[in-house]
């Protein structure tokens, strides 16, 4: 860089720590990341960069810390409307006597779009810029996304039986194939298979999605081994465990993105660290429903690629990530019986490299890196909740809150401003919210 010619930029800012996430573990003080379109160019201290660029905005964040928009690697959703619906109970009375009845009876495109409209409301509030989405109707959660300009890797459902969004099988690939197509080219969203689980889909769907996943380098995005009945359940009809049937079909592949895994073996977690897997966990989700613990440290020591997500909002019930990690990194030590697990700058990567590495993003978001595309967080850190200050990774997995998260950018577009949703009608959506709120009260 020529620091005789100024460089004009759109937007530089400054901010009283930055952590890029890679270099693992690095936390900057006082730099400043410079963006010009969608993307990072440069990540420098603030003097230079007041003498390198000038940009046509400037945001200072003098009590803030930067980090990559928060990842949430796996998601329902649309499921916010269902919030605290079936508490308490579990998870196939959960979903056989509550869930699935009332989605058969409210689940169409107004639905999908107000419950993802609400979810993109309260991930902006919490620094998450992507999601790992798996649902139904997935034109209309495109659509949705793509009007408030967020980040997600939309999923191509299929299961064995009918639903509001197809009746057949071959609707299901006929559907997903014309999702598919129609979201090339798109800056923000992108496609994943979205296969239920094994105890829902066939084999001949999931050859199927095997061929298709290769032909269109896609991932695969599964709940898997989410429970220990599940897998009892499956040696007991198969006589294969769900994760030796994936094997089985050629599934355990860079592409699989495997959610849950609390019931594993050390072979099993062996397997997914030589063929890349990526494992997502979700600990507040799997508590709740009193799943099992995935053994994360573990994979994490095996060198699996480890991401977290929340689950849907049904079940967990908030799409809070700043929770997510505190709780992941606290129980990853309580499973390990070891303090130093699953610490605070890995619980970091996980919350955000890691969730884009999962879903073929890893090249584009997840760190503060020139050339990576704009999506920053900024968490305020001066509070009296805050202090003292010793150790800023520390503090942002173990004593921060999502309402400390002022602003946030999407490909470089502002999002949130000092707390403020850009862009988005509240009063109206809550509106909406509470209709739906009353009508499946009612059911």
Same mark, same amino acid.
């Given at each position: 860089?020529?620091?005789?010619?100024?460089?004009?930029?759109?937007?530089?800012? /400054?901010?009283?720590?930055?952590?890029?996430?890679?270099?693992?573990?690095?936390? @900057?003080?006082?730099?400043?990341?410079? #963006?010009?379109?969608?993307?990072? #160019?440069?990540?420098?201290p603030?003097?230079? !960069?007041?003498?390198?660029?000038?940009?046509?905005?400037?945001?200072?964040?003098?009590?803030?810390a930067?980090?990559p928009?928060?990842?949430?690697?796996?998601?329902?959703?649309?499921?916010?409307?269902?919030?605290?619906? !079936?508490d308490?109970?579990?998870?196939?009375?959960?979903?056989?006597?509550?869930?699935w009845?009332?989605?058969?009876? #409210?689940?169409?495109?107004?639905?999908?779009r107000?419950?993802?409209?609400?979810? %993109?409301?309260?991930?902006?509030?919490?620094?998450?810029?992507?999601?790992?989405?798996?649902?139904?109707?997935?034109?209309?959660?495109?659509?949705?996304?793509?009007?408030?300009?967020?980040r997600?890797?939309?999923?191509?459902?299929? %299961?064995?039986?009918?639903?509001?969004?197809?009746?057949?099988?071959? /609707?299901?690939?006929?559907?997903a194939?014309?999702?598919?197509?129609?979201?090339?080219?798109?800056?923000?969203?992108?496609? !994943?298979?979205?296969?239920?689980?094994?105890?829902t889909?066939?084999?001949?769907?999931?050859?199927?999605?095997?061929? @298709?996943? +290769?032909?269109?380098?896609?991932?695969?995005?599964l709940?898997?081994?989410?429970?220990?009945?599940?897998?009892?359940?499956?040696? =007991?009809d198969?006589g294969?465990?769900?994760?030796?049937r994936? &094997?089985?079909?050629? @599934?355990?592949?860079?592409?699989?993105?495997?959610v849950?895994?609390?019931?594993?073996?050390?072979?099993?977690?062996?397997?997914?660290?030589?063929?890349?897997?990526?494992?997502?966990?979700?600990?507040?989700?799997?508590?709740?429903?009193?799943?099992?613990?995935?053994?994360?440290?573990?994979?994490?020591?095996?060198?699996?690629?480890?991401?977290l997500?929340? +689950?849907?909002?049904?079940?967990?019930?908030?799409?809070?990530?700043?929770?997510?990690?505190?709780?992941? !990194?606290?129980?990853?030590?309580?499973?390990?019986?070891?303090?130093?697990?699953?610490?605070?700058?890995?619980?970091?990567?996980?919350?955000?490299?890691?969730?884009?590495k999962a879903?073929?993003?890893?090249?584009?978001?997840?760190?503060?890196?020139?050339?990576?595309?704009?999506?920053?967080?900024?968490?305020?850190?001066?509070?009296?909740?805050?202090?003292?200050?010793?150790?800023?990774?520390s503090? @942002?997995?173990?004593?921060t809150? =999502?309402? &400390?998260?002022?602003?946030?950018?999407?490909?470089?577009? =502002?999002?949130?401003?000092?707390?403020?949703?850009?862009?988005?009608?509240?009063?109206?959506?809550?509106?909406?919210?509470?209709?739906?709120?009353?009508?499946?009260?009612?059911?």
């Amino acid at each position: 860089m020529n620091p005789s010619a100024p460089q004009k930029v759109d937007l530089l800012i /400054e901010a009283r720590w930055v952590i890029p996430v890679e270099p693992h573990g690095v936390v @900057l003080e006082r730099h400043a990341v410079a #963006v010009e379109d969608s993307a990072i #160019v440069a990540l420098l201290p603030i003097d230079e !960069a007041r003498k390198v660029f000038v940009p046509k905005e400037t945001v200072r964040l003098e009590k803030h810390a930067l980090i990559p928009g928060l990842v949430n690697a796996h998601t329902h959703n649309p499921m916010t409307l269902l919030r605290g619906l !079936a508490d308490d109970l579990p998870l196939m009375t959960w979903l056989e006597e509550h869930i699935w009845p009332v989605e058969g009876k #409210v689940m169409g495109p107004e639905f999908i779009r107000d419950g993802v409209e609400l979810a %993109i409301a309260e991930m902006l509030r919490g620094g998450t810029t992507c999601a790992n989405e798996n649902y139904f109707f997935p034109d209309a959660i495109a659509a949705t996304y793509k009007r408030h300009g967020f980040r997600a890797v939309v999923g191509l459902p299929v %299961i064995e039986f009918p639903s509001p969004w197809a009746k057949t099988r071959d /609707e299901y690939f006929e559907r997903a194939l014309t999702v598919h197509d129609a979201l090339r080219g798109e800056t923000l969203l992108s496609t !994943a298979f979205v296969p239920h689980a094994p105890y829902t889909v066939s084999d001949d769907s999931f050859e199927r999605i095997h061929v @298709l996943s +290769d032909q269109l380098d896609i991932p695969v995005h599964l709940h898997l081994h989410e429970t220990l009945h599940e897998v009892e359940d499956a040696k =007991r009809d198969t006589g294969l465990r769900p994760f030796q049937r994936l &094997q089985k079909m050629g @599934l355990v592949n860079d592409r699989l993105i495997a959610v849950h895994m609390t019931a594993v073996t050390d072979a099993e977690i062996a397997a997914c660290a030589e063929a890349s897997v990526s494992v997502v966990h979700c600990p507040e989700s799997n508590m709740k429903l009193a799943s099992g613990f995935c053994p994360a440290e573990q994979f994490r020591a095996a060198g699996v690629n480890l991401a977290l997500g929340t +689950d849907g909002c049904a079940s967990n019930n908030d799409l809070d990530m700043i929770g997510e990690m505190r709780t992941a !990194a606290q129980l990853a030590k309580a499973v390990a019986r070891k303090a130093d697990a699953f610490d605070a700058p890995f619980a970091l990567r996980a919350a955000t490299l890691n969730g884009a590495k999962a879903m073929g993003l890893g090249e584009s978001i997840g760190s503060i890196e020139p050339g990576k595309q704009a999506d920053l967080a900024a968490i305020r850190l001066d509070e009296l909740e805050s202090h003292p200050l010793y150790n800023i990774p520390s503090q @942002l997995v173990y004593a921060t809150g =999502r309402h &400390q998260v002022s602003d946030v950018w999407i490909a470089g577009s =502002r999002k949130l401003s000092d707390r403020v949703l850009v862009g988005m009608d509240i009063p109206d959506l809550l509106g909406r919210v509470g209709s739906w709120r009353e009508r499946i009260a009612a059911i």
